[in-house]
């Protein structure tokens, strides 16, 4: 009798698009959540393994070898440091934590931001989501990016969020500033990768992943346009580089934007407003899911932060004092 195999935090078999990769490689990306160094020191320890064994991690893919992951559940040096921080918490129960994250700051760390992310907070909110990958985050926000994101609380609720996430049953909406007024709403099915050049910034490639963003106007006003946007995918940077990609930037993003385009006749008083708004006009507004272990449909929305508003507010009155 074939004894019963232990659960998994991680069950999929390689797909065929890493075939001829190294094998750390492969698994790097297969578990974004976690370091390669950390992926490593498993696959040398046994708590992750290929086809029921433990390859040396250059070992080429060929395709198909079933990866199975059981997460330790003692810490280790990639252990975070709690910080308690304010968070605003909109949801909580025994699986999840929704919340509304301020732009500014970064979700977990990394080079250049060691501490002082949302990370060390959970960490500091919940101890034990010290155990699970990223401290429960399912889904990321760019730093400058505010709104609405979801924490799963235990290894069963992460592993089914993210499942959901990939089967596209998560559903997450946008509130963004385009620079340029559109003429009708419509959507971006462009594949997105690294950059080849900067490795920091993502582009539409042809051999990227799948990429599917739909956007709708919302209001046009003298040279930008209000837009919601919903997301089939989670590519990095996904929102910011589609609407780069069809010549409507957002307004404020440093990285893919453009020249801050100033209506003829401006006020100065707009002029500044403009100018003042310093990181990317996209706010994570509506997050809907079914929940992890009730089953039950669940939404939720974050409220436009002031700055936002500001922005919005701003871009109004200037079509208002314009309009003939």
Not at 17 to 30: H, K, N, S, T, V
Not at 101 to 125: I, R
Not at 297 to 316: E, I, K, S, V
Request: aromatic share 4%; proline share 7%.
């Amino acid at each position: 009798m074939t004894a019963e195999r232990p659960p998994c935090d991680f069950d999929a078999p390689i797909p065929p698009e890493f075939i001829g990769q190294r094998l750390d490689r492969a698994l790097a990306a297969m578990l974004p959540d976690y370091s390669r160094s950390r992926l490593q020191r498993w696959l040398a320890d046994g708590d992750l393994t290929v086809d029921d064994a433990t390859p040396p991690a250059k070992t080429p893919v060929v395709g198909g070898e079933q990866v199975r992951l059981r997460v330790p559940q003692t810490a280790d040096d990639d252990t975070v440091q709690p910080e308690p921080m304010r968070l605003n918490v909109i949801h909580e129960d025994e699986a999840l934590i929704v919340l509304d994250k301020p732009a500014g700051l970064v979700m977990h760390p990394g080079a250049g931001n060691p501490d002082g992310t949302l990370q060390n907070a959970l960490v500091a909110f919940d101890p034990a989501l010290a155990a699970l990958p990223r401290a429960g985050i399912v889904h990321r926000l760019d730093k400058d990016t505010s709104g609405i994101l979801v924490v799963a609380r235990t290894f069963a609720a992460h592993r089914q969020l993210v499942a959901d996430l990939a089967e596209r049953t998560v559903k997450r909406e946008y509130e963004a500033v385009a620079v340029g007024v559109m003429t009708a709403g419509g959507h971006v099915d462009a594949p997105i990768d690294r950059h080849p050049v900067d490795r920091k910034r993502m582009a539409v490639r042809e051999f990227g992943r799948e990429a599917v963003t739909h956007y709708r106007v919302i209001q046009r006003y003298r040279a930008h346009t209000h837009v919601r946007c919903s997301l089939e995918t989670g590519r990095t940077h996904q929102i910011r580089v589609h609407m780069a990609h069809i010549r409507y930037p957002l307004l404020g993003d440093a990285t893919y934007g453009r020249r801050l385009a100033l209506p003829r006749d401006a006020s100065e008083e707009f002029v500044q407003a403009l100018r003042g708004f310093r990181r990317q006009a996209l706010h994570a507004r509506t997050l809907g899911l079914i929940h992890p272990v009730t089953g039950e449909a669940m939404r939720w929305q974050a409220a436009r932060p002031a700055d936002f508003q500001g922005l919005l507010d701003a871009l109004a009155a200037d079509a208002s004092a314009h309009t003939r």
